[in-house]
């Protein structure tokens, strides 16, 4: 019994001494990232180990919950030292330590100096301490961007200044621009005269100043004049100042609503002959209708359109042809409206009616947006293809190749094919266009969540494609079947915004002479109250270097009603849609509405395209958006400012032969991949030209990415081939 219990302790023993002479792995701290700015937690940590076997796991002490890990490498850690415990398949371990140093902390100081009492002359400069440079500075209100620390030409007021360095680290402070001393000694009163309908322009403000002899004006508006005439509903105030002193007075002129009226209507393509709108006739969304007092309405996706505090008298009335093709013929059995009068016992004008005969002919069109892309975190694209025209059901094959800097995680529908491909995910749906019905306010859009690298710096610019094309027919209009989708990278952002595509190069949103002139603007607005918005208004004012004309409303979260008053005011009218508040229901409390318009025709270098809106909910003061900024350039030795500014393909669908230009560069080589990233054809032109013939005979029918590369840039562009 001994020998048997010495011989089990001698194997006991020889099976220690093989583990303790397995047992020779090590671990070391390859290298470590500091976080690079404060509370991002986002440090890395590399690990070089030997003598491991198998699979090699990690314990952190303290817990790192937020790391992820890619292989050695560890990101998203916070400051701290870590003592960090190695494990390998047979239960072998080591032990090394490591320290994440914390970011460097950016603060923001402000000189201010204060404004004269007739004019805007106030400025803040700002002086940051820490972070990388270059630096980004922002002002709010008014969300001017610059590259420089001095704002100027400022108003009396109080301003938030932000800034970001290069590593996206944001700081800011808050300082006050103000005024010379007080006046004293005058006593100021005044009469408001309000305007007598909506945007009528005969609003005023009769400033009775005592005494009022010595002093001068500066209105907001920029009006030096004692009194303030003509002008539309809203917040004003004027400095008035007596050379050396000066106050600052207040008041709002607000909407009288008397000898005003309405006009109501509907415009569609009468498919069954009987002048009667029925379910299955098709809305004429994308048409404009035109009042003889220069005001402009936009009929929504149900073709309803309407005209509000219009001025009492007699007006014609006419629809201008939609923008997509040649125009709808009026139907000639069916009454046409064409003259109206408003009277006091008839202020409401009803089935103001544009009815055209049936069209058979395809065009389908697509329009997506995004907000933006948070690094780590997953985002959402929504893509809206639609059916302008076709009194058939037909399928629709919607093409989505992302940015090769996106991952794919999910979509609603699902898809009906995900393909990974060098230059980015593929994504493929066919959905079932039914008569007009397509995906718009009426029914939810495609919605598809990517992912975002969390190393990925604030800033960036990842644009995505997308294309819809009827199987089995022939789109009559391909201009509109193709999108593009561009976010940036962000770390938050304001849920009422304006942002215009193409953005532009630099703070001045730089866009090339002569290059597309489409532009497209999306209006976001969330309701952040405590209760539902019945009513949502926004007033977008609109550039002087925008074409009115040209005005196209292309998407939107909810049913609308669209005007345009005084030639540049769109007036967008969102009723009764109770949008949520976001505490009930965030997701839900969202909303937005796009559109496209073209540059004036005789736009000229270094002319601005500024554009602001104004977001009223219900009876609340408006909410201002950040103002967009376009500057018209020259191109020169520059970057290229993206595919849609000067990339030009047609026609499309091609058959036999492709022309690709580029303004004013020299095209290196062309290349068309297939939707799964492969290589087709390419070329590169035996001489130097800006516009290449290309043959694409024998090329299979589909939809294909066209690459280019020039002396500037790349570009790339959806195009069809029969």
Known sequence: MMKKYIFILLILCMAALNSGAQCIMTLNTNYTVPETCMGMCNGIVDFAYTNATGTVNYTFNPAAPGATQFATTFYNLCPGNYTVTATDGVGCTATTIFNIMPAIPMTLSCNTTATSCTAC??????????????????????????????????CAGTYTILVTDANGCLSSTVAAVTMGPPLTGVTLNDVVYDESCYLSGDGSIDLQPTPAAGLTYYWSTGDTSQDLSNVVSGPYWVSVSD????????????????????????????????????????ALSASVIQLSNGALAYPNMNGDFQFTQVPLGSYTISKINPYWFGGFVPDVTCVQAQNLSLTSTNTVLNNVDFIDSSLNQVDLFIWAYTSQYVPGSTSSIKIYPNKHTYALPVNGVVSLLLNDSLNYASAVPAPNSVIATPNGDSITWIIPMTYYSGYSWTNPPIEVMVNTPSTYSMGLSLQSSVSVQPQGLTDLWQTNNTANIVG??????DPNDKTVSPRGMGPIGGIWLHGDSVMEYIVRFQNTGTASATNIRILDTLSGKLDISTLRIIGSSHNYLAQVHDGHILDLYFKDIMLPDSNSNEPGSHGFIAYSIEQISNIQVWDEIKNTASIYFDYNAPIQTNTTLNTIIIPGAVDNLGDANALKVYPQP??????????????????????????????KPSSVTSEYKWSITGITSGIYQLKLKTVKGNYSRMVTIE
């Open 121 to 154: 002359t106030g400025s803040i400069a700002s002086v940051n301490f820490g972070g990388t440079a270059p630096y980004s500075y922002t002002i709010q209100p008014g969300n001017q961007i610059s590259g420089s620390n001095i704002f100027s030409n400022l």
């Open 243 to 282: 050379g050396t002193n000066c106050s600052l007075f207040y008041d709002t002129v607000h909407v009288a609503g008397i000898n005003c009226g309405t006009i109501n209507g509907k415009a569609w393509i009468d498919s069954v002959g009987d002048c009667v709108y029925n379910t299955g006739d098709h």
């Open 488 to 493: 940036i990278t962000a770390t938050s952002f």
């Open 654 to 683: 091609a058959h036999d032969l492709l022309y690709v230009q580029v303004p004013d560069e020299n095209i290196e080589s062309v290349a068309l991949y297939d939707m799964q990233g492969r290589m087709i054809r390419s070329v």
